[in-house]
């Protein structure tokens, strides 16, 4: 059976698989990973392939990977796909029917594109029965043209050119038969998200976050002991360097294994947790868009790449998408060779589903210079006749067809002429459209939740009843703390109803309500008698111990008080005091939830 090297060129790493080539039950005889050169590659186009042929070349050798046939697998944001259903159609005519209707499915100018589908699913019965969901793909012809030139460098022969998104779906297909599952790829700068039900892809979508921000956290913070951002990632696959939740409101499912040692190693696992939230945001809402749209949920979820690598991330996913994730480490169909060892399945998926059924980017290509080359002989018999009948017609209508050409040629330069000003302000409103983005979202990074604590004074100073004194303020980024006195418990549910109509926070919670006394200052002036002290004489008689306490229990008052804490949560980052507040994730409100503490403290 033929073999091939399957390659997928990160910008971390450069992970290969030589295996059996569009078998129903491929086996990998080898498989390697090394780390990529620095600036060769750039959204999956190729900068310097001087230095990734040098890695490709060491790596084959050092591995005794002797196949020259080559497949890579390529993730870009500049490959362009679209779902579209095609009517009944015969399989040999369905590429036809694609490039007639092409500008009804991509309304851009294409001709410098590679096209290519993936039938990802046939309807057998109801309303669609006999029509076919189809994903189509489009990569630039330069970006097929470098990864040609890649593989000749390398002694290799390019057979063929995959996306990835269409490799992880040929590879994990069969995975989810009748439960729909999710599956992550998590790699430095992006994340590619495919759900998957029945062998048929239901959805996927491409998210610009990963984990590279979190592995530059672990680098630049001092607690991990760590400078590179290589050192940082393997401190990240051997100890977990993130908490399993990205705040105390979450609701634990999946609890934290790791006990911190100090206080300064919370924080910064904390810290490094916070730099996910952006991917996390991300995934959840690529989920709560395919379960509105769906009647059966996602129920199960696997994550890949680097992130399969990443300690605890399973688990953070878990917690905070409420959907039970793990690493993706079986493969069903997949057969390795006893020399080569299990290997870390989740960092070869990709390479895997390539060489299994690839969207054939350059396979057209390779059949039209086949058919030249074969029918070069009676191509060259057959111009040679059908140039002698065909000149005398040239000669005859060749100065009508001339004028024809160029009143269209005419024509289509007016047209142009036409269109340019229009272009020009499409043009103008792109870039201004990308500068406001850029705005926009350098503005929402400064924003902290502390940020109406001005509010929040104002608030106080206004809305606070004359009788209740704050003795204590303190405020960090999330929250302020208020120690309140009252004259009583009423006076206290009071004060915290008025609080929590604040429009400058987001929740309120209390605690350590109590009653308390003091003595009044001053109580030695409350009356000019002096106290007799015992045994002294008064009057007639002696002055007793029982007379020496009703003297002090007379003269000494105190006053009665209640005092309580109060926690006021700000509103969260990109929130304005105006704006609804954001639920809480459980079932119930944090407003039910600290009613119902406050009225036991206060009974």
Known sequence: MAKVVSIEVGYSFIKICEMDYKAKTPRVYRFAMVPTPLNVIEDGYLKNSAGLRTAIKEVLYRNKIKTKRAIFTVASSKIINREVMLPPVKPNMMEAMIKTNLNDYFPIDLSHHEISHVVLETYKEGDNAGKSRVLLVAAEKTLVASYEALAASCGLTLVDLDYVGNSIYQAVKKEASKTVTMILKIEESQTIITVVKDNNMMLQRSVNYGIDEAIHEVASNPVFDVIEDMDAWELAKRQSCIKVALDSDTEITEPDLQQDDDMEMAQARINVTRTLAPLINSVSRVVDFYNSRNPEHIQQAYIMGMGGDMSNLSKLLTNELGISTKVFRKLEGI??????????????????????????????????????????????VLLGVFFVVASAALAANGYIAYQEARDEQKRLQGLESTYIPAELIYQKYMSMSTLYENVLMGHLMTNRPNDNILNFIGELEEKLPTGATVVDFSSDDTQATLLMQVADKDTAAGVIQTLRGFSSIQYVSVSSLQEMEEELDGNENVTDREKPEEGETEGEGTVTEEATQRFAEEDIEYRHYVEFSVFCTYYPNGYLPEQEAVSQPTGQSQTETDTQQTEGQVE
Not at 335 to 363: E, K, Q, R
């Open 335 to 380: 057969v390795w060779h006893p020399t080569a060892g299990d290997g870390d399945l989740f960092n070869y998926v990709a390479c895997i589903g390539a060489s299994m059924s690839s969207v054939s980017f350059i396979s057209s290509e390779k059949q039209r210079k086949q058919k030249a080359e074969t029918n070069n002989n009676s191509l060259a």
